[in-house]
Structures are given as C-alpha cells and as structure tokens.
C-alpha cells in the first residue's frame, strides 16, 4: 500500500464490492486491493478496528481471515513487545463476536491458535484458556473451538515453528489432554443432548486423538465413548452428528494403532463398533446412505487398525473374525461407492498373507476373499438393457478399474486358474479390467452369450490348453452378439497377446476378427489397441502381416479412431517395421510417413484455411511416433535405413516451425518429432546439425520456446562426443543462453518460468556429460553457474531436480578420476569454479533446504554436498560452518530454532559421513528444526 493507511471507509466499500457488485470486473479489482491490503503491514491495524467495529458479517469475516492469515505468514512482522496485547485483543473479539457467525469464530479460533503456537511467552495457553472461560457457558463454543483447531494447527505446513517448538507444544498439550477431556465431559453433563454442542465436543475430541496425545487408559473409562457410541446406536440421530460422531470413532481407532500398548482403549473402541450392526441394518432400510458410508468407514477403520491382531491371531479375541463379517455385509449394499471404502483394508490384507506365506492361514481367509469376490462381480454388472459400451471415465468405470487393482491384489488367494477355469462354465470369467459383459461358456463352446463379469486376466500368462480355447472361442463369436460383449472381447483378445505370440496358429483368424472391430465406430479404438498389442508382443510374427498393417495405417482416418488409439496404431507398425529386412525398410518407412507428410504440405500451401484442418499436430505427433519406434538393428559401419527418409522430410519440418514458430504448442510438437528423428538415426542425423541449430538458435531468439532448450540436450547427447561438432554446439548453447538469461532474471523470472529452468539445466547436464572440459573452459559457464546457485531455491519438482543434477555432475566431474587424459584439466576448471563459487553454494543450499524446498528434495540436495565434500573436504568443512551461522537461531515468536548443540552436531555428522545416504538423514533430520 504504497499510499498510506487505506481509511475504513474505503476498506468497508471494497468489502461491500468483494460480495455484493454485480459487476465481476468490480469484484475483481476489489480483490485484488483487499489482497494488497492483507499483503501489507497495516493490515494488522485495520482488521483489529474493523473487528472493534463489528459493522457487517462480511466485513468481520475479511478481518478475521486477515488476521488468521497475517499470523501464519507474516507474525515475524511484528515486534516481541506486542504479542500479549495481540492476544488479549483477539480474545476479547472472539467474545464479543461469538454469536455474529461461526465461520467468523472459526478464522479468530484459527488467529489464536496460530498465535499460542508461534508466541513462546505464553506459556501453559490450554490452562489459561480453561482458566478463563470455563464458568461461563455462553463461551463453551468459542473455548470448544480454539480447543479443536489448537491441536490440528500444530502440523499445519503453513506454520513454519520447527521441530524443537513443535515438540514443546506437543509435550504441553499432551499434559493439559485430560484437563481438556473432563471439561468436554463436563459439557456434555451440562448441556445434556444438544446436538450442536454433543458436535463441537466430538469435533473437538476427534482432533485430541488425531494429535496422539490422549492417555489410552484414562480414555478408556471415560464417560464421553458410551456417549460416543449411544449416538450411534440411535436411529434419530442427524446427519451431521451421526458425521462428527463417526468422525470422531475413526480417529479413536486410528490413534490405536498400536493396539498392544492400548489394551483398555483398544477393547472398548473394538467392543464398541461390534455394537453397531443394527444401526448400519436401520441406515439401510432407510435408505440413508450418509449414515451407511459413516458406519462402513468406521467397520473399515476398525479392520485396518486390528489387521495385525487378525493375521496374527484369526477368531481369536481382538482377531475376531466378525469385523471381516461386518466389511461383507456392506459389500453386499447396492451401492458401489460403499464396498469401495473397504478397498484399502482389503489391499493390506492381501498384501500380509502373501508375506506371509502360510497356506493354513490362506484357507482361513480364503472363504471371505471368494465372497468379496463374488460381491464385487455383482457390483460389476451392467442392467440387462444397458445399451452399447460402459463408459471407463465415469465413476463406475473408475470403480471397475480400482475392482481389477484389488482383485489382481487378493487372486492368489482364490487361484487364477481356478478363477479363470471357469469360463468353460456359465459362470465368472476373468480380466484385467472388469467389465461387465463377456462370454459365458457352456461346455467347451460359446453356445450362448449372457451378461457376467470379467476379473483379472493379467494373471493369467501361463499357456494352457484353457487360454486357448478361450481365444478360439472368442474370435468364432457371431457379429449379431451384443455390442458391449464384442467391446469386452476385443480387449481380451489383446490382453492375450502373448497367448497368440506361442500360438502363432492363430493371428490370422484374430486379425480377421480385429479388423472387423476395426470397421465399426464403437469398436474401433479398442480393436485398434488390440492391434497396437499384437505387434508390441508378436513382432516378429508380425513381418509378414506389414503390408495389411501399413493399407491400415494409410486409410488410418477413415476409421473412428480415438487420437490415441490412432497415434497407438502406428506404433504397432512403426514396431513391426523395425523387423523386416533392412533393404526394406527406408522404402517401408517413406511409405509409411508418405500420409503425413502428405497433410503437412497440404497445410502449408493451403495457409487460409481454418479451424482443426489447419492444425498441423495431428500429422507430426503421428510422425513422432513412428520415428520413436522404428529401431532396427544396424551393425557398425552400416548406413542407417532411416537416415535417406528423415532427410527428406526436414524440409517439411523445417517449413512448418517457421511458419507457425510463435505457436508454443505447435513448436513444441515439432521439436517432439525432431528429437525422435535425431535419436532413431543417431550419428546418422549429421547434415541436420548445422540448418537445425541455426533455425532453433534464430526461432529462439524472438520466442524463447523451452522446448528449444531440449531439443538443444538431444544434440549435445547425440553429437557431444564429436570432437568436430563440438564447437558449433557450444556457439548453440551460448546463443540459446542469451535470451534465457534475459528471461529469468526478470523479476520472479524462476519461478515464472520452471520449464525453461528444467530444460536450460537438462542442456547444460548433458555438456557436462559429453564434453565436460568445452563447457568448463567456455566463457557462459560462470554465467550458468550462477543462474543454478540462484535457482536451487526453485520450489518446482522437475525443475530443481534438473538444477541439482547439473550442480552434482558438474563437481563429480572433478572427482572422476576415470583414467581419461583430461582428468587433471577437469580437476582444475573445477577448482578454479568451486573456489569463487562454493561459499556461496552451500549458503543457498543450506538456506534452500531450510527455508524453501519441500522435503521429498532433500536427497538431490544431499548429493550436491557430497560432491563438494568429495572434491574438497577441508574447504567444504569451513563453507558448511559458515552457512550454519548464518541461520537464524530463533523464531520470531522467540523460540528456539537451533541450540548450538543442534549446529554442533549436524555439522559434525555431515562432515564425517562416509556415504551419501547419511548426508541426507542428517539434512531431513536437521531441516524439520526449522519447519
């Protein structure tokens, strides 16, 4: 707010236009000022007046929600001597403002919490809470409230307090846990049945479990879990207390995990959920799926908590097996959405018994897998008057997909083959994706086709007499059955690719019956795919169905093919190719390429057309993908087949970048062919180099496309080992630096611009790797040395990881002593590197991984350091410690960051480690000091 403190007046209007304008462009500028407002450090003032105020709903909510915010990421803003006077204040807002609106009380409970955690001084906030409020019922809500955000704030990833402060918290909370626990109970005496404080109660005691910091044993006999579970157990309970209820029973569970150590808690939470089958019966009959959800979460939860105890001891005590009966009773519910809750349980115990191995404890669980089995088939099946083919994108078709994970999880229970032997019955057959409709079997031929269900065919490789009728069964199946039992077959028989690849007996009948599926709409793209199958697998069976397959891929748009199933199509054939003889193949591939290449001239002569014809993607993502697949064999010496062909198309290439070079998404298509073609030929590609370089260097000047920058490391992988090529490819990269440089040092140029960053930093790894010395005696390298220091605090996952393997291969460069002649030099460009700029680098990586990147980052860090303590112990040692002391040492709220044992210790474990691995542990270690 660069002019001054904005009066009230004007922060109420612009309230007033945030919610009620009924112009969207007003409310967009009225938000945009009130978020430059809340940016700014009068922020603080004007929300505690607007709150002092208490004009509007909509004006407190924006005041409290600033507050809530300002706290969590800007309270270093504020000086040590105002915390208490912030606190008294926001308290005295939270009464006076308790019955305005709840989501009001929310963001100020929020504000407090925030507060109590960050502000050191206020010691024992919990008791000073209870102290304050608890006499007077008019204030339970607001006290309740604090009381349930309090514990889940302390993991909130927006507040940065540390792990020392993090566990001082928790020790604290952990002592006053019982105190908070008897005022709930106190409450609920009080207030008897009332349903919105029997909900804040249990909201409020939810989050004491999910903090893990309530005593088992005092829980155990606590009043509060009869009154949990009679909730529960009553049929006119409402929805959102039956909610808050459950919620509340699942975190209980969930804090137990370690049912050993919680005997008392554990019994009576497990005791207590077997209480609730007739009330998930009543939910039933009433057709109220919200309370049926609730309670298959809580049976869910129960299993996954006693898992352990189940395997370890089935039927016995807390391994009773009647949880596993409450699971299949919900099963059994004609919604799907409620059997998929269960999943997760079913998954793990899969995942156990096949750990463990033991056939005595495969035949106790075998039964209730068969029924789970038979339920999830049920839930599989279309209506019987289901018309054309189930759609897989919608939520069924997503369930049916999450039905085959589990069942390819939990079929060795049962048997494949056992499963699978039964399509010679009119029974259940199985696939990789359960769709609902397939062929049933009587006896040893398809007589009839009926509705059934199809599990997990992946399973089933081995080559036995079964598959194979299976597949002569299928290809024999009349065109009059319907669509959908087609649908599924196609899939099948390309699921059974292999099947065919040991019988190549059959390809001809299978791909007479895939053509047929080819020529009609509804079927084509799962027909295509088949195909796309049978050639990935049966390659070489394949050669001498080519010329079928290329009239396919010529005619390819007279099909009703998905893109996908197209652009798979010529994958297949581009595969096929890649096995026939190599006198062959140039005249194969020209013809094969002829279509596209074809459309894209058309399109270039034709430039006034409009619309999708205009769009040249289609031809070159079709392009793309046969030069990525077409890999032949070549012997050293001999002339690559493809090389003629792909020199005869760059003109057409070269033509449609220039034409539609500041279309992004055309560009970066072209390139993708372009890297395919550079990398099908390889050294073959070498009178492309120069024309190709300088149309992306003179392209990228005017449009800095980051695919440029990739298509640049292709070359360099390529061509990097040429000594005579070398040159020209580091002219390329210098002037491809140039604008990039300009781009990102913009302001929030990094951050703005993470593919850049990823593929500048891709280009400059594979200099290091190709020609580590050319780079590292260039006059960029300075430049792009820097420009990484910079961007190792980039929080973007592709990104940084690209930067930190630049950093690491540059140095291990210094470090590999590989007995190659120019070792020593390397070595010494290194030095000469590390020593202007090595201080500087492990500052920022140290601040990085402190401050600003996630932790899933922290190993790439960790081999950056490693390189640098490799390459140079001592020096590293003296640059480490210096980093350190420049940490700050405490938070703004004036807790302890890091003692000087902390600083002490962390150094002494890195600088001594022996391997990689421990530099990491202790960065994770060290890095949660500050988050």
């Not at 999880?409 to 609902?436: H, W, Y």
């Not at 000594?723 to 302001?747: H, I, K, N, S, V």
Request: hydrophobic share 40%; net charge negative; with cysteine.
């Amino acid at each position: 707010m660069e002019g001054g403190k904005p009066s009230l007046a004007l922060v109420y209007q612009a309230v007033q236009a945030l919610y009620h304008d009924p112009d969207p462009a007003g409310k967009e500028r009225a938000s945009l000022w009130l978020g430059e407002l809340q940016r700014s450090m009068y922020a603080w003032e004007v929300s505690d007046q607007l709150l002092q105020l208490k004009q509007d709903v909509e004006s407190c909510y924006f005041a409290a929600q600033t507050m809530k915010m300002k706290i969590q990421t800007s309270f270093y803003e504020l000086p040590p001597e105002t915390h208490n006077a912030l606190r008294d204040s926001l308290l005295t807002h939270i009464q006076n403002l308790k019955d305005l609106s709840p989501i009001i009380v929310t963001q100020l409970a929020l504000a407090i919490a925030d507060l109590a955690l960050q502000m050191a001084s206020w010691k024992g906030c919990v008791h000073t809470l209870i102290e304050k409020y608890n006499n007077d019922i008019s204030s339970m809500p607001f006290l309740i409230e604090i009381l349930t955000v309090l514990p889940e704030e302390v993991h909130s990833r927006s507040l940065r307090i540390g792990a020392n402060r993090r566990t001082e918290i928790i020790e604290d909370l952990a002592y006053y846990s019982s105190t908070v626990v008897t005022l709930l109970t106190t409450c609920v005496e009080k207030t008897g049945n009332d349903e919105k404080m029997l909900i804040k109660v249990f909201r409020c005691l939810g989050s004491w479990f999910n903090l893990g910091v309530l005593d088992s044993n005092f829980m155990a006999s606590n009043q509060l879990l009869m009154v949990l579970f009679q909730v529960l157990q009553r049929d006119e309970t409402s929805t959102n207390l039956h909610e808050a209820s459950s919620d509340c029973v699942c975190s209980a569970l969930y804090a137990i995990e370690n049912v050993d150590t919680n005997v008392a808690l554990a019994l009576q939470l497990f005791q207590g959920v077997l209480t609730l089958e007739t009330a998930y019966h009543m939910a039933v009959a009433r057709e109220d799926l919200d309370k049926v959800l609730n309670y298959c979460r809580i049976f869910t939860e129960l299993c996954e908590t006693f898992l352990e105890t189940t395997v370890r001891t089935p039927g016995q005590g807390m391994g009773d097996l009647r949880t596993l009966e409450l699971l299949l009773i919900c099963a059994g519910h004609p919604q799907y959405e409620v059997v998929e809750i269960s999943f997760n349980f079913w998954y793990r115990l899969g995942e156990h018994l096949y750990k463990i191995n033991d056939p005595t404890l495969h035949a106790i669980f075998r039964p209730y897998i068969q029924r789970l089995l038979h339920c999830l088939a049920r839930h599989c099946q279309l209506d019987p008057d289901h018309e054309g083919i189930p759609e897989d994108t919608d939520d069924f078709g997503e369930f049916r997909m999450r039905v085959s994970d589990l069942v390819k999880d939990v079929i060795f229970l049962v048997g494949s083959m056992e499963c699978f032997a039964q399509v010679t019955n009119p029974k259940v057959v199985s696939e990789r994706r359960p769709v609902s409709i397939c062929v049933t079997a009587t006896g040893s031929s398809l007589r009839h086709v009926q509705q059934v269900n199809m599990f997990s065919m992946s399973d089933f490789r081995e080559n036995n007499p079964t598959l194979t009728e299976v597949l002569q069964q299928i290809v024999l199946l009349p065109e009059s059955v319907h669509m959908a039992v087609r649908y599924t077959s196609i899939e099948l028989v390309g699921e059974m690719s292999e099947v065919v690849d040991r019988n190549p007996r059959f390809l001809d009948s299978v791909l007479n019956y895939l053509m047929k599926g080819l020529r009609e709409k509804p079927l084509a793209s799962a027909a295509a795919k088949a195909i796309h199958n049978i050639c990935s697998v049966c390659r070489d069976h394949m050669a001498q169905h080519f010329h079928g397959l290329l009239d396919i891929a010529r005619s390819l748009d007279s099909f009703a093919l998905s893109t996908e199933a197209a652009v798979g199509l010529l994958k297949g054939t581009a595969l096929v190719l890649a096995r026939l003889p190599l006198e062959k193949i140039a005249e194969c591939l020209s013809d094969l390429c002829a279509v596209q290449v074809m459309a894209l001239k058309k399109l270039l002569t034709e430039q006034s057309t409009n619309g999708k014809s205009a769009d040249p993607t289609v031809w070159l993502d079709r392009l793309a993908v046969i030069f990525r697949h077409t890999n032949p064999i070549v012997e050293n010496g001999q002339t690559h087949p493809c090389q003629k062909v792909i020199q005869e198309i760059w003109p057409v290439l070269s033509e449609t970048l220039n034409t539609h070079q500041a279309d992004n998404r055309i560009v970066e298509r072209c390139c993708r062919c372009l890297r395919f073609a550079v990398r099908c030929v390889g050294k073959g590609s070498a009178s492309l180099l120069q024309p190709l370089v300088t149309q992306m260097v003179g392209v990228y000047q005017v449009y800095p496309h980051s695919c440029f920058l990739y298509l640049g490391s292709i070359l360099v992988d390529e061509y990097g080992m040429e000594e005579g090529c070398r040159q020209g490819l580091l002219d390329m990269l210098q002037a491809l630096c140039m604008p990039t440089f300009q781009l990102l040092e913009q302001p929030n140029g990094l951050r703005n611009h993470p593919d850049t960053v990823d593929d500048l930093f891709r280009l400059a790894t594979r200099f290091v790797q190709r020609s580590p010395v050319t780079l590292l005696s260039s006059s960029i390298i300075i430049h792009i040395i820097q420009c990484a220091i910079a961007a190792t605090s980039l929080d973007h996952r592709d990104a940084n990881c690209s930067v930190m393997k630049f950093v690491r291969d540059l140095i291990h460069t210094g470090v590999a002593n590989d007995h190659e002649e120019d070792f020593e030099v390397r070595k010494r460009l290194i030095g000469q590197a590390m020593e202007q700029h090595g201080q500087q680098l492990v500052t920022q990586l140290m601040h990085s991984c402190c401050f600003c990147l996630p932790p899933y980052t922290l190993p790439d860090v960790a081999e950056v350091l490693w390189e640098v303590m490799v390459f140079d112990r001592p020096t590293f040692c003296r640059w480490l410690e210096s980093a350190l002391k420049g940490l700050p040492k405490e938070t703004s709220g004036g807790a302890v960051t890091v003692t000087h044992k902390q600083l002490t210790d962390f150094h002494k474990q890195v600088t001594s480690a022996e391997e990689c691995k421990q530099v990491c542990w202790a960065i994770r270690e060290f890095t949660r000091l500050f988050r």
